[in-house]
Each structure stands twice: as C-alpha cells, then as structure tokens.
C-alpha cells in the first residue's frame, strides 16, 4: 500500500471573508489563530467570550497537492480523515465527495477517479458548530447536562467543548488528526485482532485477520483471511521482550508462545510487551504491513456474589487488583495543542505518585494512539467509557448507524492494547435517567436501553468479545438497578463537595469500587498569572476567578469547608495553599477509608487527574502541568505499602463545643494496606507527641501483612490526652525506611495550638534539607515560580529535619509555609 501524508501547504480561511493564513494539519481553527496571531488567548480573562463568538462562523481548510509517483496505479485511493471536528463538507478538485459528521470516527472516501499527478485541491469546508446545535435542538430541544450548552448531544462532538463544571465554552473546529491518501494495489489490512487463550506455561494467539480488496477503483468491505481470500494471505513476526523474533507463515491461524512473559498494573509487576507485525501478501508480494504492541495478560473484572452484596474488582492473570487512580478528561481545550510528549509527562506523572489505573472519561474525546501506547509502558490500566456522558439521545436509524462506525473505528484502534481494562457505556446516564433527568418522553429511556444494552454489546461481540463491559458509570450492571448501589458495581459519590458534607462521611459507606469523588481547590498563584496578571482579580470571588470556577457557588463551597477545618487566611496566597490541602486531606480521607477496606472495596478512582484550561477544579494536576498538593498526597496514599489511621476525634462527629456534655472519642486504629504481591514484614511505630514535636510516650511492633491485603492493629484510646497540644504521629518502616508515615490531632485543625516551627532549609546537591524547631503539619517547599517537582511535598514534620530530592525545576528562592501559617 503507498501512504501520502497530506500535511503540507494547508491554508485556512473564515468562509466569506477575506482573511486567508497558514494553518497547521494536524491543527485546529483556534491554533491557527493564535499561531497567526489573529485572536487572543482564549484562557486569558474573559476572552473565552470573544473566542466562542469566532465558531459562529464556517471555515475552509485548503491545500494543493501532487500525488506521489505510483499512487494512481493502485486498484483504488482512499482520501482518509483520522479526525474532522466535527461537521465538514469535502471537495476534491471541486467535486464534492461527502460530508463528515462525527469527530469520533475514521472517514474514507473514495478518489482515485477525481485525482491527477499534479495541481490537485483538496478543500473542507467546516460548519459552524453553534449554528448546528441551535437548528437541531430547535427542532428537537433533547438536553443534557445543564452546564453545557443547549443542543450539545445533537453533535457527536466532545461535549465538553460546550462548557461543563470544570470547562469553558471553547467548541473548536479543524482537522485535528492526520489526513492522508491509501494506495490500495490489490488490497490492504483493516484490522489485526490477536485473541489470547492463556495455558500453563503458554499463550495461544488466535490471529484474525481482516483486509479490503480493490476492484474497479473501489476498496470493498473488510473480508476475514482464512487461509485465502482472492489470493491473499499474511505472515506474522513477533518479537519478544528481549528482542527476539519469530516468524510464522501461511496465515497461522494459531501462534503458542512459550514462556511467555506476562503484563501486570504498575506496583503489581512488570509490563513487558511483544510487539507483533503482520505483512499481508498477494502473489507473493508483501502489499501492506500493521504493526503493533502487545501484552500477554488475561483482564477482566470479577464479579461474584459475597457476604457484602457484590463484588466488582480489576482481575489481572488471575490476581484481584485494587485499582488506584483518577479520572482523565482531554488535555486541552485547543485540540491543536495536544502532542506526545505532554501526554507522557501526564502519565509519567500518574506512576510517579503510584497510579495503576486511569479512568478515560465519556464527556471528552477518545485520546489518540500515543495515550494508550504510554499507557501499556507505564502499567496503567485504563476504564474506557464511550464517548456518551450526561445526556438523553434519539436513537434514529442514522444515529444508530453513526454511532456504529464509531464504536467499530475506536474498538478496533484501541483493543489490542495490554492496559485496556474495560469499555464502559457512558458517563452517569443510567443513574441520571432512573431520576428522570433531562427525560421528556418514554422513547428516551427505551433508545437508552437499546444504546448501552443492545446496540454496543453487539458491536463488541463483533470486534472485541474478549474484553469486559459495563453498561454505564456508576451502575450495578445495568437495566436501572438501583445504578449507584453502595454494595455493588461501580460508584459515583459526591456527598463530600456537591453535598456539604464533613470529610468523615467517607467512612459511612463500603463501595465495591469508587469511580468517582472529588473535592475542588484553586492552583497555585503562577498559574492563575497565565488568566490574569491584575492584583485586583486576586481574589476568589472577584469576576475573573469566578469566570475561572465552573461549577456555580464553588468558590464559597470551598470557604465554607476552609471554615470547618482552618483559620481564615488574611492572604489570597495563602487561600490557594490552603484550598489545595482542603482538597487533599478530603480525598486522602476517603482513599485511606477505601483502602483499609480492601476486598470489599477494590478502586478509588478519584475526580480528576488534570484540566483542559487553568481554572479552579477537582484536578490534582493543574493545565501547566504543576502537582497541587492533592497529587503529592495520592503518592502516598496510593503507596503500594501504606499505613493510615482510623482516628476519633472532632472530625469524625458533628463538633459541638458549647453543649454542655459535650464528649467525644479519642482514638487511633492502625492498618497496613499491602497492594503487592508478596508477604511483607513491616514495623509500625506510633508515638504521642507535643506541639514541640517531643516524644511523650510510643509503641512500636512487628507486623505481618499478607500480599494484596490489609492488616488491622489494636485500637488505642487516648481518654486523657490534650487536644490542643498533643498529636500522634505514626510510621511504617520496612528494612529499617520509612516509607509510608502520618499525623493525627485530634481537635480540630484550626484549634490546635500550633508552635512556630521556623521552617528553614538548605540545598545540598540534589536534595533540599528541611528543618522544623516544632510539629509542622502540611509543609510546602516552592520556588518563585512555582515549578519545583519534589520526591515529597505537602508532608508532616516532626521537628528535625527532612531530605527531600528535587525531581524538577530550580531550587532558587526557596520559600516554606505550613498549616501553621494559615492565619
């Protein structure tokens, strides 16, 4: 097959008018802007308005080309789109040749017949996205999620585009994947599909193979390699790990790997991957090649009745994994803008603070190859959700076959994966639909039966019945029962945040697995310079950071728990920093919770890895990239060897210092939370400390915890201690390090009497040493900008000093604050 990328001389114009630049393809309309410098940042104050207004009109994208020698010998040429956002009309030498109408699918069109060696047009005339929406919610007002914009689920387009509670109203339009013409001489590969029988000692690999013939300048329907198919056949080549290859002939319709090295979640093992090339052949020449990586694993979940309701788990090569993680939303807003290297360092991010699992969620866009090819490297499990999130549909007959190209195009490009864990229907519609949300008719939720119950499992069964599937997130398992069940299937909870309440509400309930929870917080100063460099608009409730904050009353949301927990910070700085540990000290509580309970609990998944603007949000990972606090957090309490603390005290009942019998536990309960897959023998210690830091009495013992489990210790009360000025501090060493550690006071944060720690430091080499004169609770270590990426960051302090090794940035100007310094 000849390939002709088509990714040069692209020029791009606002339909009408005279204002024609160079564009970029791959690219989109707003980068192009930018990069001509024709608009202004979008992200910058409120210029969200003036981009938004942009997408009232159409664009044109158009470059001319010589088609590469050989190319219109072929027995067909297809013209293919890997992605078009999202409504465009094609021309071909000013033939039109079809119209595109989801940016979720692959689209190829025919064109041998219209082309020429040289001076060819190819034109794509993009239709506006917000005059689209309009027309068809008139004549249809179906709604979603009422943070996006009326008419959003009329447009298979990212619906995130159109504004949600973390995301600006920035519907972007372009070419946003490569375009390129397909040579077919005789015929080409459609598809590779690899199915896995794991045996002692063994994988047996099914190969099924499917291709497309070219007849009278048409590429015909994919077509299943059985040994021949109009003369065709293929060869496979796999090389293992450590290089090695083999090569098998004559269309094997079976391959047994021996020995085979076997993929694992990150802190489970190791992610080795094979990577296998098929070459079809057509008398005897080899006419086209797929070339891709995989994992030898079995993956599924298990779900079996128990004494707690029903269990759902990650199942890997027979092992039942506890899946760590966060919930993954498009990178950007301007498409244009994502490139490999910035997933990457997103990823490398995830293992770093101990993720083995992400969760791509419904509302965005399904990511590009290089996301799940990082994913597979890194072990990092991935809950795939269709793109379908917060919203009814009609299911029409052209919808239906719409969705069904793609659902086909993404479960054939992504399948072969070793990290693909799971497809999943949608994003909350079963649960929202039960309640009767944005339902206005019985047609509704019978299309959405038929979508997520009939219409997907059929396509799965077809291209890949291997893999699991969900019919929704959160569900129980479909057909409205009982969707966000505590004691089954999956859970989207949100009592903590949307309903007010205390971080301790965690601990009223045992999910089977959390997909979602969450808890918002601001970034940090330098990244809120990126929307606005006014001292005026520091202030969260001034008119730019409120345009920043999407979900509505967020930001006094945010002061009211900072209420609960504490002091009031005089400083816009250090609002911020104490959002960020708010933030982190909600999740941490139900994490540590969902942990402790390992077996009947088996994922935490939590809202949300990064963002797509910089803006307040869930994330613990800001849109520059920057670590909040929360993102430090997770690296310890998602540590595969942690202990946690199960304390009693203020913050665990309704605190009410003014009634007259006003009594309360205090506590400490110790788990060891062991996610590997060996026995370990570790020493817990715990000690009760002063405010200075000083050892006021201690235990310490030996404790075996058993793999991929948790172990309890003893409860320890405390009836006398003061708890204003006395705290336990706690700690688990394995081989003599500590390695996972924590603090408890048992007051409230704001009431205890904090001693100044005097927080200095010092550099030496690649490590920043920090010392205290006293307990400091939450110590920071930052830069002037804000980029410094520590091994540890947002830790307790004992006194004494701490060593913490710089990972990333300068460690000029080094400024530190604790809790202490809330005031």
């Known amino acids: 097959m000849i390939k002709q990328i088509l990714d040069k001389n692209w020029e791009m114009h606002t339909a009408g008018w005279d204002d024609c630049q160079q564009a970029v393809v791959p690219g989109t309309v707003y980068t192009d802007f930018l990069r001509n410098g024709n608009m202004e940042d979008p992200?910058?104050?409120?210029?969200?308005?003036?981009?938004?207004?942009?997408?009232?009109?159409?664009?044109?994208?158009?470059?001319?080309?010589?088609?590469?020698?050989?190319?219109?010998?072929?027995?067909?040429?297809?013209?293919?789109?890997?992605g078009l956002d999202t409504i465009a009309d094609i021309y071909v030498n000013h033939e039109y040749i079809g119209r595109a109408e989801n940016m979720h699918r692959t689209w190829d069109f025919p064109v041998r017949h219209l082309l020429h060696e040289k001076e060819n047009s190819l034109r794509v005339l993009f239709h506006s996205p917000l005059a689209y929406i309009r027309e068809k919610f008139a004549e249809a007002p179906t709604r979603g999620s009422e943070d996006a914009m009326d008419g959003f689920v009329h447009i298979r387009k990212a619906h995130c585009m159109f504004g949600w509670d973390w995301g600006a109203h920035l519907p972007d339009a372009g070419i946003f994947r490569p375009v390129s013409l397909l040579g077919i001489q005789k015929a080409c590969l459609d598809s590779v599909y690899l199915r896995q029988e794991h045996q002692a000692g063994c994988v047996r690999l099914t190969p099924q193979v499917y291709v497309r013939t070219a007849?009278?300048?048409?590429?015909?329907?994919?077509?299943?390699?059985?040994?021949?198919?109009?003369?065709?056949?293929?060869r496979i080549t796999i090389e293992d790990p450590a290089r090695e290859k083999r090569v098998y002939e004559g269309s094997p319709e079976e391959i047994l790997v021996e020995d085979p090295r076997l993929w694992w979640p990150n802190g489970i093992g190791e992610q080795p991957l094979y990577t296998v090339r098929t070459e079809l052949i057509c008398s005897g020449t080899v006419v086209d090649e797929h070339t891709q990586r995989i994992g030898l694993r079995t993956m599924t979940m298990h779900v079996e009745k128990d004494e707690f309701g029903e269990s759902f788990a990650h199942e890997v090569n027979g092992v039942?994994?506890?899946?760590?993680?966060?919930?993954?939303?498009?990178?950007?807003?301007?498409?244009?803008?994502?490139?490999?290297?910035?997933?990457?360092?997103?990823?490398?991010?995830?293992?770093a603070a101990n993720f083995n699992a992400v969760r791509v969620w419904g509302g965005g866009y399904y990511p590009e190859d290089?996301?799940?090819d990082i994913c597979d490297e890194l072990g990092l499990m991935?809950?795939?959700?269709?793109?379908?999130?917060?919203?009814?549909?009609?299911?029409?007959?052209?919808?239906?076959?719409?969705?069904?190209?793609?659902?086909a195009d993404n479960i054939k490009r992504i399948r072969h994966h070793a990290s693909l864990g799971l497809w999943c229907g949608n994003n909350e519609m079963e649960m929202f639909v039960k309640e009767g949300n944005w339902v206005s008719k019985h047609s509704e939720v019978k299309d959405y039966l038929l979508m997520y119950e009939r219409v997907i499992p059929e396509v799965l069964k077809e291209y890949d019945p291997q893999t699991f599937y969900w019919p929704a997130s959160p569900s129980s398992g479909g057909s409205f029962d009982e969707p966000n069940a505590p004691d089954r299937g999956d859970v989207h909870y949100w009592d903590v945040w949307h309903g007010s309440k205390p971080f301790s509400d965690y601990r009223n309930y045992f999910f089977r697995y959390a997909s979602e929870f969450g808890f918002q917080s601001f970034p940090c100063l330098?990244?809120?310079?990126?929307?606005?460099?006014?001292?005026?608009?520091?202030?969260?409730?001034?008119?730019?950071?409120?345009?920043?904050?999407?979900?509505?009353?967020?930001?006094?949301?945010?002061?009211?728990?900072?209420?609960?927990?504490?002091r009031y910070p005089s400083?816009?700085?250090?609002?911020?920093?104490?959002?960020?540990?708010?933030?982190?000290?909600?999740?941490?509580?139900?994490?540590?919770?969902?942990?402790?309970?390992?077996?009947r609990c088996m994922g935490a998944i939590y809202w949300q890895l990064n963002d797509c603007w910089p803006v307040a949000s869930w994330s613990s990972i800001d849109y520059t990239g920057r670590w909040k606090a929360l993102h430090y957090y997770a690296k310890r309490f998602f540590s595969p060897l942690m202990v946690s603390c199960e304390e009693e005290g203020w913050l665990t009942r309704k605190p009410d210092m003014n009634r007259e019998h006003f009594e309360f536990e205090k506590s400490i309960r110790l788990n060891v939370a062991n996610e590997t897959r060996k026995e370990q023998q570790v020493l817990v210690r715990w000690a009760v400390r002063n405010?200075?830091?000083?050892?006021?009495?201690?235990?310490?013992?030996?404790?075996?915890?058993?793999?991929?489990?948790?172990?309890?210790?003893?409860?320890?009360?405390?009836?006398?201690?003061?708890?204003?000025?006395?705290?336990?501090s706690y700690e688990l060493l394995k081989d003599g390090e500590v390695i996972s550690e924590g603090t408890v006071i048992f007051s409230l944060p704001k009431y205890f009497s904090y001693a100044d720690p005097k927080l200095t430091c010092q550099v030496e080499g690649d490590e920043i040493v920090v010392q205290a004169q006293a307990y400091a609770k939450s110590v920071e270590i930052r830069n002037d900008t804000e980029t410094l990426l520590l091994s540890d960051n947002y830790f307790d302090l004992n006194a004494g000093e701490k060593r913490v090794r710089i990972l990333g940035g300068k460690p000029e100007n080094l400024q530190l604050r604790s809790v202490y310094d809330i005031r």
């Open 43 to 82: 992200f910058w104050k409120d210029n969200e308005n003036k981009a938004l207004a942009l997408m009232e009109n159409d664009f044109e994208y158009e470059t001319i080309f010589a088609c590469e020698p050989g190319l219109l010998a072929c027995g067909s040429v297809l013209l293919r789109f890997e």
């Open 215 to 234: 007849k009278d300048g048409a590429a015909k329907e994919p077509v299943k390699i059985s040994r021949e198919v109009s003369g065709c056949s293929y």
């Open 320 to 351: 039942q994994v506890f899946a760590m993680g966060a919930d993954y939303i498009p990178e950007d807003h301007l498409l244009g803008r994502t490139t490999p290297e910035k997933t990457r360092k997103l990823l490398e991010d995830c293992k």
């Open 370 to 372: 290089w996301f799940y």
């Open 382 to 407: 991935v809950w795939q959700d269709f793109m379908f999130a917060c919203a009814v549909y009609d299911l029409t007959p052209a919808f239906e076959a719409n969705i069904r190209k793609e659902l």
């Open 526 to 566: 330098n990244t809120i310079k990126t929307f606005t460099d006014d001292p005026d608009d520091w202030n969260i409730f001034s008119y730019v950071m409120e345009k920043h904050q999407r979900n509505a009353g967020a930001n006094g949301k945010i002061m009211n728990y900072m209420q609960q927990t504490f």
């Open 571 to 599: 400083a816009f700085e250090t609002v911020l920093y104490a959002s960020q540990l708010l933030q982190a000290e909600a999740i941490r509580y139900g994490v540590e919770h969902f942990r402790r309970n390992r077996g």
């Open 691 to 728: 405010r200075s830091g000083e050892i006021v009495s201690s235990h310490e013992e030996l404790v075996c915890v058993p793999a991929m489990s948790s172990v309890w210790l003893d409860k320890m009360e405390f009836p006398h201690i003061q708890v204003f000025d006395r705290y336990v």
